[in-house]
């Protein structure tokens, strides 16, 4: 702990890249991984937050907690902190299991939602006030909060205080007031919520850079998957205090395991399946040939890996349909198309080529290995 | 035109209200500086009076315990009344009906009433036990039980208006119960607790119904000096300490209301 990281970075001027080395090390020297087994956490009689919930995330890992508001990711994120104790399960973080320890004795920080910067305090005094109560000496803690002001490039928004802060920067200065602690591990609570999507999106991508400049750990709750797949190395989709999928974005965008997972990452296009032979699958849109039969009773057709063809084409698993509603979007068109009874989303990039109109008569075509099929 | 004479109307129905708010209160000032020792006629602009203060051994006492009373009760009833508010904030989820009643009663409860009371169980318990004869430990009691529920309600309200995530912030910062306290509570509270003690202060200087119940034969403060000194009839000397009390309470009311305005951000 003597020699650090956020030091070692802010010695550095502007954004100069890490190498590959360097940030290898940051990550053995400072990352600390978590194990979570068993977790439960009721509230009241019959509110279950967290329904015994077993997790790993990695040393350095960017790490999601997704779900709707209610599914417990915010009660597990207050259980890392230590703002919650639950009532079964045990927590390690860094090998150190912490179940028990009282938030101000554990190596975690938080980036709040509503960002809770004290508002007695100007914002120099902000950034200093975790290596106060760590008991650092005045001179070490002006020195560490320049070298974070640096890092995050806060400029002269250290010396104002709080209450001449935009939203952005007040989010920057709590991220700012999280890292100079150097914790074992950053939680983040929808830190980027309450902005402008413009301001956001930028936003995200320095926390980004930050957490793989630092190779920290960051845990990062949300409920935009959209965002989640943008930051992450791993996600955890949460539903009902349960974890529903863990996986890499692709893998849990294009392989939900469930319709919870699928209809959450943002899919429309589920349908039962009502009969197989083998890889022949029946659905409301008629027969498919998928490259694996699956084991599961739903099939999700992705709006983007479709084919959208002009007329009536006849082929293996082309499908007749009239255009029901066309949404043009300039990079992309959305359509609602209509087989019999049935509508399906496909999504068709514009490439300057004819795009058909409501009401046309027009052929999608699946590709067999674009098929998945997943559990109710 | 008519709208006119309405605005004019009801203007001069403002200055109505503040000439019958702070007429007497002119008139008694003015004559604290009258020359002459008729309360009828003015005769020109004079300190004799309060000099004549300055040498009445019987006031300068009576200043004397309206000043202790009034700094010890608003001390010791900030200490408690700041306990009871962060009390009723952290609780402040579950059903505090009958409390905030109990908080609120001596409140409305007629000056009159709490001071029979409090005399009643002083007697009783001196009675019982010989502890708190009639005197100024008996008055600090009894005025720290009035001002409690100001105190109490002004660092509630304090409380209630931050964003309760900042303890959170506080417990994850590394801070124990104690830094809590001492680093964020205590200074985000601070302006609470400086409006909380004038309020407190003001309410004690101005006190006399519950002071006179409750005070023994050598713990008469200024309100209850005039009271007994008037009985022989109002002399200028009377108005000279009636006018440095309001000079002194509209003070502490000022310094008062300027903290509890200041808002967070």
């Known amino acids: 702990m003597s020699e650090t990281i956020t030091a070692d970075v802010a010695d550095q001027p502007g954004a100069t890249p890490v190498t590959a080395e360097r940030q290898q090390e940051a990550a053995t020297r400072k990352a600390s991984s978590i194990e979570m087994q068993g977790l439960h956490k009721r509230f009241?009689?019959?509110?279950?937050?967290?329904?015994?919930?077993?997790?790993?995330?990695?040393?350095?890992?960017?790490?999601?907690?997704?779900?709707?508001?209610?599914?417990?990711?915010?009660?597990?994120?207050?259980?890392?902190?230590?703002l919650e104790e639950p009532d079964a399960g045990s927590l390690v973080v860094g090998g150190k299991t912490v179940t028990e320890v009282p938030p101000h004795r554990r190596s975690v920080n938080t980036v709040f939602q509503s960002y809770a910067l004290f508002p007695h305090l100007s914002v120099r005094e902000n950034l200093a006030f975790g290596l106060k109560m760590r008991g650092l000496p005045a001179a070490r803690r002006n020195a560490k909060v320049d070298e974070i002001a640096g890092f995050i490039k806060l400029g002269d928004l250290v010396e104002r205080r709080v209450d001449q802060l935009s939203g952005g920067q007040r989010q920057r200065i709590a991220l700012a007031r999280a890292l100079v602690c150097e914790p074992d591990v950053l939680l983040l609570d929808e830190p980027l919520s309450a902005l402008d999507a413009g301001l956001r999106s930028q936003l995200q991508v320095e926390l980004l850079r930050v957490q793989k400049r630092l190779g920290m750990t960051f845990v990062f709750v949300t409920h935009d998957q959209q965002e989640a797949m943008v930051m992450s190395d791993r996600i955890a989709v949460l539903n009902g205090g349960n974890i529903q999928q863990v996986g890499a974005p692709r893998e849990v965008y294009e392989r939900p395991v469930n319709a919870f997972v699928a209809r959450f990452m943002g899919h429309d296009n589920l349908y039962p399946i009502t009969a197989r032979h083998g890889d022949r699958l029946t659905t409301a849109l008629g027969e498919l040939t998928a490259e694996e039969g699956g084991e599961g009773e739903l099939l999700l057709i992705r709006p983007e890996t479709l084919d959208v063809l002009p007329g009536e084409v006849e082929g293996r698993n082309h499908l007749q349909a009239t255009v029901a509603e066309r949404l043009y979007r300039g990079s992309h068109a959305e359509f609602r198309l209509e087989i019999g009874e049935t509508t399906l989303q496909a999504t068709v990039n514009n490439r300057g080529r004819h795009l058909p109109d409501m009401g046309d008569r027009v052929t999608v075509v699946v590709a067999p290995e674009d098929l998945v099929t997943l559990s109710e | 035109m008519r709208k006119r004479t309405l605005q004019r109307g009801l203007t001069g129905f403002w200055w109505l209200t503040v000439a019958f708010l702070y007429l007497p209160l002119a008139v008694v000032v003015l004559f604290s500086f009258n020359a002459s020792n008729s309360a009828a006629s003015f005769s020109g602009l004079s300190l004799r009076w309060y000099r004549r203060l300055m040498g009445n051994e019987e006031i300068l006492s009576a200043f004397a315990n309206s000043m202790v009373l009034a700094i010890t009760s608003s001390v010791i009833a900030l200490a408690i009344g700041c306990l009871i508010g962060y009390g009723m904030y952290r609780h402040r989820h579950r059903k505090l009906g009958w409390l905030i009643v109990l908080i609120y009663l001596p409140i409305v409860l007629p000056d009159i009433v709490f001071g029979i009371s409090e005399m009643a169980f002083f007697v009783q318990i001196h009675d019982w036990t010989g502890l708190l004869q009639p005197g100024l430990g008996t008055m600090i009691i009894a005025h720290v039980t009035f001002q409690i529920p100001f105190v109490a309600l002004i660092v509630y309200s304090r409380f209630v208006g931050l964003d309760p995530t900042l303890f959170e912030a506080a417990k994850d910062l590394y801070a124990t119960p104690v830094r809590r306290v001492v680093h964020f509570m205590l200074p985000t509270i601070k302006p609470a607790l400086i409006s909380a003690f004038f309020l407190s202060f003001t309410l004690s200087i101005d006190d006399f119904v519950i002071s006179f119940f409750t005070s023994g034969p050598e713990s008469a403060t200024l309100p209850i000096y005039i009271w007994g000194a008037i009985k022989k009839g109002v002399s200028p000397e009377i108005n000279a300490i009636a006018a440095l009390m309001i000079g002194a309470v509209a003070v502490a009311a000022t310094i008062s209301l300027a903290f509890s305005r200041r808002r967070l951000t």
Do not use: Y
Request: aromatic share 6%.
């Open chain 1, 44 to 82: 009241g009689r019959d509110t279950v937050a967290l329904d015994g919930v077993d997790l790993d995330i990695q040393a350095g890992e960017f790490f999601t907690l997704l779900g709707p508001s209610g599914c417990g990711k915010t009660t597990l994120l207050r259980i890392l902190a230590g």
